[in-house]
């Protein structure tokens, strides 16, 4: 288990500092960060100066040394638009991201999984069926277009939420709802095949034939071991989540790190932009391998083994 | 044995119908496939045929007939879905922005099939340490926010069709590459991929004439869910103004242009988020399908 | 003569498919005593599994089970409750299954998935379950039978995992057990160990056991009554002796020359086959199953088949003796 753990610690290090590399040369891609950063009316001279002034001068390499160990102390540079620290800017906006990606999970989690589980005990049946289209509609469903859809029926026509902003918890109602559904088919799909899988297991024959009650056979029996699987999706899913915040963020006016990351790419503002692609795939990266260790906690098999 | 009759019966049951009637009887007894497929190529009749099917031309500003709602809501027949904001008809937009979807879909899917495939191929093949390269560059590509990254490129390359197309297809490889590495990994262990090394086939042979065509419906499912991903994707970079430049009809693009008149006309919003919606679910549909008919044992 | 522990009068099992109903098993009858062992055999697919389930109740969704009479100790099995049945499996019917790899849950300890067999059914401590669980996982002839009760499955060999299964079927001390190929899986010096444990376990306790294999050598051994199955149907029953030594029908004798007798079957002689296959049993089944792959098969063998019954012993056949003495058979 300990060899495990630190074998997946190495490669997670691993790729994070490639991920890092990959969104340092970002910088670079538009061919002269200078020109980029002086505007489009700014003479030879006044790029040479910016070029001098932020060290585009030197070699890549040695740039990318420098933002990296600045970078590893929690300092990301000045942000090209606000005059600020990156740091600070996006410390102060990662609060509603997080929020809204905690809860878009937990609400994928509990549609997905009892619709999975109730469609994985009745193949074919009502619900089986309400649960394949639900799934089959949300991985087709822009998530731009639903969010402005449930603003149209419930913020204008109905008046039930507010449309846009973060002042209080309903205002997190909707974003939450779309950010969940994005994650939701996925879930529910792995859960209902894991349990389809696991109740024709013959563990579970035994289980019935001990005398254990329905109840005790699908929860204790059943979903105890279908279960394992869906953990990692789900933290897999919420990484992919918080990548995704920026669509649901911009359609509510949620300003959290998702908005700042629009604003910042429109604005050009490309240390901002470096640093949260960089924060983005760190949390992704945290939380898969926090996964693969819950799993392999839960599972005896790689426990034990 | 005396029995003859019953023999007779016992040979039509072990000899049964052939493959081909087999799969021809699932094919057309999939609703999900035959209605998903029927859209797909409906939708890429109507954008191979967008200049003769769409009344007007879609970048024809119109400042005298401004925001005329679609037939069903008291509009005329002159303009079936209504005018947007600049006064060019919504039909023909929509018909030209199947056009973008598809070829962005199709092209995107190709590029990022060709990486995908190549590399799953390799690493599931070779194994060690092409294996290890691979399955780390997934990891690394899977940790990058897609949306992020795609919305920065195209923000720093300028977002026209060619960057979106290019962009996307170099980002969505990872399935393929995924479900590529494992498909191979099984094929691999076959034993007619050892007869093929045994009589001395050369490596390049084996991938394609033994390797490929056992992977191919795997392939395809894929082509299909990653087509519907990037259509999606292109979609959302749009509407968020840094995908496809105005005034291409893009689909995204339109429902990002009516947002602002959401309130009073919604349906500027509605149909072509609901035409996405159409599209994607079919591509899904025709995947979903696509996977049961060719490998019914595997279905989830 | 006491009641029969289990007595089962024209079980019949129907399974629904694409292409009509497959009647997998047809009219079958048997009855058991405590303390008695019946052993069922027959080839792959004969429905001898799905019956042992059919008792159990553990049949899947799709299954119709019918019977005129399937009694388990006074109780008629096809009309009780769920929650009746449940409160007989386990605790007075135990089954022990085919595949001890996979039969065990793979998320719990060998430990917690013994004592629930235990707690289901008695209001005692976990501590005296955990006793029990101990005391059977000796008995079955586990070594550091305490420490075992920490370990998951995958830690256990085959072997071991199906000695687990039979102390878990063994907790409420059942009066039948069912055991269905409990060997097959096994290594073959395994399985010899783990058939003498469950027959002397069967006998020092007094249970009724239902052993089903496709092994004649196990049969000869172990069964008090012996009941041959064939295509779904029970074509020879009867006490051990009597099949052994006067076996009535075709398929019976069938089974006995495919296996090597020591001390009867000379050295360097040819083992007997049975040509053919099994027919389909989709839609109407008639006459003898068997007249397919029988040598004696007549035009008769179409229509309905007696039964042929000489005390404990039975058998279906056309002929009243089965063709017992027939020459044909030992050239075929």
Redesign the interface.
């Known amino acids: 288990m300990l060899q495990f753990i630190l074998k997946r610690l190495g490669l997670a290090v691993l790729v994070a500092f490639t991920v890092s590399f990959i969104s340092f040369s970002l910088l670079f891609l538009s061919g002269d960060p200078a020109a980029a950063l002086a505007g489009e009316t700014a003479s030879g001279e006044d790029i040479e100066a910016v070029r001098r002034l932020y060290g585009f001068d030197r070699p890549m390499l040695v740039q990318y040394a420098e933002w990296l160990t600045a970078a590893l102390r929690g300092d990301f540079g000045e942000s090209y638009y606000f005059r600020l620290p990156v740091s600070s800017l996006i410390a102060e906006r990662l609060s509603v991201t997080m929020t809204l990606g905690v809860c878009g999970i937990t609400f994928a989690l509990l549609t997905a999984v009892p619709l999975g589980v109730v469609a994985a005990i009745r193949p074919n049946s009502l619900v089986d069926r309400i649960a394949l289209f639900v799934s089959v509609a949300g991985q087709a469903m822009p998530s731009f277009w639903f969010g402005l859809i449930l603003i149209v029926v419930f913020a204008i026509q109905l008046g039930w939420l507010p449309p846009s902003g973060t002042a209080s918890w309903e205002h997190f109602i909707m974003p939450t709802i779309v950010l969940g559904y994005y994650a939701m088919p996925a879930i529910m799909r792995l859960t209902r095949a894991g349990m389809l899988d696991v109740l024709s297991s013959d563990y579970i024959r035994t289980a019935r034939a001990k005398g254990a009650n329905e109840r005790r056979v699908l929860f204790r029996h059943a979903l105890r071991n279908a279960i394992i699987p869906v953990v990692s999706l789900a933290a897999v899913q919420m990484g992919f989540m918080l990548g995704g915040s920026i669509v649901v963020e911009s359609i509510f006016a949620l300003h959290g790190a998702g908005y700042l990351a629009w604003e910042s790419i429109a604005r050009n503002d490309l240390p901002t932009v470096q640093a949260l692609i960089l924060i983005f795939s760190m949390f992704y990266i945290v939380f898969t391998f926090l996964a693969d260790v819950l799993n392999a906690w839960l599972d005896p098999r790689m426990r034990t083994g | 044995m005396a029995d003859v009759t019953s023999h007779d019966r016992l040979l039509d049951e072990i000899t049964g119908p052939t493959p081909g009637q087999m799969l021809r009887k699932r094919v057309f007894g999939h609703q999900g496939l035959l209605i998903g497929l029927a859209v797909v190529v409906l939708l890429t009749l109507v954008a191979i045929f967008a200049p003769l099917l769409a009344p007007h031309d879609p970048y024809a500003q119109s400042l005298m007939t401004r925001m005329e709602p679609p037939v069903f809501m008291g509009g005329t027949w002159e303009h079936p879905l209504g005018t947007d904001h600049l006064g060019r008809d919504y039909l023909s937009r929509l018909i030209y922005g199947a056009r973008v979807s598809l070829l962005i879909g199709a092209v995107a899917a190709l590029i990022s099939g060709l990486i995908g495939t190549a590399m799953g191929v390799a690493a599931g093949y070779f194994g060690g340490k092409v294996d290890a390269v691979v399955t780390f560059l997934i990891n690394v590509r899977l940790a990058m926010p897609v949306v992020l990254v795609a919305l920065a490129v195209v923000a720093i390359l300028g977002g026209s069709l060619e960057v979106v197309i290019v962009v996307l297809g170099l980002l969505l490889w990872d399935r393929f590459a995924v479900v590529m590495r494992a498909s191979t990994m099984q094929v691999r262990r076959r034993e007619y991929v050892a007869a093929a090394q045994v009589i001395g086939a050369s490596t390049p042979r084996i991938l394609l004439s033994e390797i490929m065509p056992n992977i191919a419906n795997n392939l395809i499912v894929v082509v299909t869910l990653e087509m519907a991903h990037a259509i999606l994707l292109e979609a959302a970079l749009s509407f968020l103004g840094l995908g496809v430049q105005p005034p291409t009809p893009s689909w995204g693009l339109m429902v990002s242009e009516g947002k602002n008149m959401m309130l009073f006309e919604p349906w500027l919003v509605l149909i072509p988020g609901a035409v996405l919606f159409v599209l994607v679910l079919a591509i899904n549909l025709m995947g979903d399908g696509l996977r049961d008919v060719t490998a019914p044992e595997n279905r989830s | 003569m006491s009641e029969p522990l289990l007595d089962v009068r024209n079980l019949t099992l129907d399974i629904p498919t694409g292409s009509g109903t497959l009647h997998a098993v047809r009219g079958i009858d048997f009855d058991l005593k405590r303390g008695e062992t019946l052993c069922i055999v027959g080839e792959s697919g004969s429905g001898k599994s799905l019956t042992s389930l059919a008792l159990?109740g553990?049949l899947g969704k799709g299954i119709k089970r019918s019977a005129d009479r399937m009694t388990f100790d006074g109780t008629e099995l096809t009309t009780a409750s769920t929650r009746r049945m449940?409160?007989?499996?386990?605790?007075r019917m135990?089954?022990i299954?085919q595949?001890p790899m996979?039969?065990?849950?793979?998320?719990?300890?060998i430990g917690d998935q013994l004592v629930?067999?235990l707690l289901?059914?008695r209001k005692v401590s976990r501590q005296a379950a955990r006793a029990r669980a101990v005391e059977l996982l000796e008995k079955v002839g586990i070594t550091a039978a305490e420490s075992r009760l920490s370990q998951?499955p995958?830690?256990l060999s085959g072997g071991l995992r199906q000695r687990v299964?039979i102390a878990?079927a063994l907790m409420c001390e059942p009066e039948l057990i069912i055991a269905d190929e409990p060997t097959t899986a096994l290594d073959v010096t395994i399985q010899a160990q783990i058939l003498r444990l469950l027959y002397d376990l069967g006998r020092e306790m007094n249970m009724a056991m239902i052993l089903i294999t496709h092994d004649l050598g196990v049969v000869a051994r172990v069964a008090d009554k012996v009941a041959v199955m064939y295509a779904g149907e029970l074509v020879e029953t009867g006490p051990v002796g009597d099949i052994f030594n006067a076996p009535s029908h075709p398929y019976t004798r069938g089974l006995l020359r495919c296996i090597p007798l020591p001390g009867k079957t000379a050295r360097g002689s040819q083992l007997g086959t049975i040509p053919?296959?099994v027919?389909?049993l989709v839609g109407e089944v008639e006459g003898c199953v068997f007249?397919?792959r029988c040598p004696h098969?007549?035009?008769e063998?179409?229509g309905a088949i007696p039964k042929r019954q000489d005390g404990e012993h039975a058998f279906r056949c056309i002929f009243p003796d089965g063709k017992r003495h027939s020459e044909k058979e030992l050239t075929a």
Not at chain 3, 86 to 91: E, K, S
Not at chain 3, 102 to 109: D, F, W
């Open positions: 159990m553990l449940r409160a007989l499996r386990g605790d135990a089954m299954f595949e996979t039969s065990l849950n793979p998320a719990y300890t629930e067999a289901l059914h998951y995958h830690q299964m878990m053919g296959i027919p389909s007249r397919t098969a007549v035009m063998c179409r």
